[in-house]
T-cell receptor, first 111, second 112 residues
Framework: ETGVTQTPRHLVMGMTNKKSLKCEQH?????MYWYKQSAKKPLELMFV???????ENNSVPSRFSPECPNSSHLFLHLHTLQPEDSALYLC??????????FGSGTRLTVV | GIQVEQSPPDLILQEGANSTLRCNFS?????LQWFHQNPWGQLINLFY???GTKQNGRLSATTVATERYSLLYISSSQTTDSGVYFC??????????????FGTGTLLAVQP
């Protein structure tokens, strides 16, 4: 375990479903991130939060909606996804520029 | 934006061999990290190395920031070293957050 916990590990959802991914860290980190990893592509940063405030949204479609209620928890709410959104979604946290730690990821399949 | 290139894209080694992985980046950065992703998808942070040299067991890394490259050395490779090695360069936001831009990785297979 890295100290960053993601649930669920696997998720299959239909295009009309609504689901949420959860990420939790108890490392005392002050920033949290969502990354998307698709086959044959580099990891893509989706959202960055610092002190519960969104710092960056890399032009992610609105069908992905993040929520950061406190410095230890991060959610990614999903609705009306497309098959091309199938990927490994990784949560990470960091303490300033060091200690960048990833969770195990959620393997998402959209059918 | 900053481009990160890694080489080689694929590498097959016999157990016990040594290897060098390279990361080139296109602009000045103030952060560089190496990660290992195991076959189950877990990413592990190996080094935070914006400059200089660090060693951790059989792994070591060197970053020459002025020439915009970093090297990861793996000595006496083991089958458990298999997986994908990513280089990521960092960019600060307000001192607290740290956007990392990832390369496409080097896929390493160590054969017994």
């Amino acid at each position: 375990e890295t100290g960053v916990t993601q649930t669920p590990r696997h998720l299959v959802m239909g295009m009309t479903n609504k689901k949420s991914l959860k990420c939790e860290q108890h490392l005392g980190h002050n920033a949290m991130y969502w990354y998307k990893q698709s086959a044959k592509k580099p990891l893509e940063l989706m959202f960055v939060y610092s002190l519960e405030e969104r710092v960056e949204n890399n032009s992610v479609p609105s069908r992905f909606s993040p929520e950061c209620p406190n410095s230890s928890h991060l959610f990614l709410h999903l609705h009306t996804l497309q098959p091309e959104d199938s990927a490994l979604y990784l949560c990470a946290s960091s303490l300033n520029r060091v200690g960048y730690t990833f969770g195990s990821g959620t393997r998402l399949t959209v059918v | 934006g900053i481009q990160v290139e890694q080489s080689p894209p694929d590498l097959i080694l016999q157990e016990g061999a040594n290897s060098t992985l390279r990361c080139n980046f296109s602009d000045s950065v103030n952060n560089l990290q190496w990660f290992h992703q195991n076959p189950w998808g877990q990413l592990i942070n190996l080094f935070y190395i914006p400059s200089g040299t660090k060693q951790n067991g059989r792994l070591s890394a060197t970053t020459v920031a002025t020439e915009r490259y970093s090297l990861l050395y793996i000595s006496s490779s083991q089958t458990t070293d298999s997986g994908v090695y990513f280089c990521a360069v960092g960019k600060e936001y307000g001192g607290a957050t740290n956007k990392l831009i990832f390369g496409t990785g080097t896929l390493l297979a160590v054969q017994p």
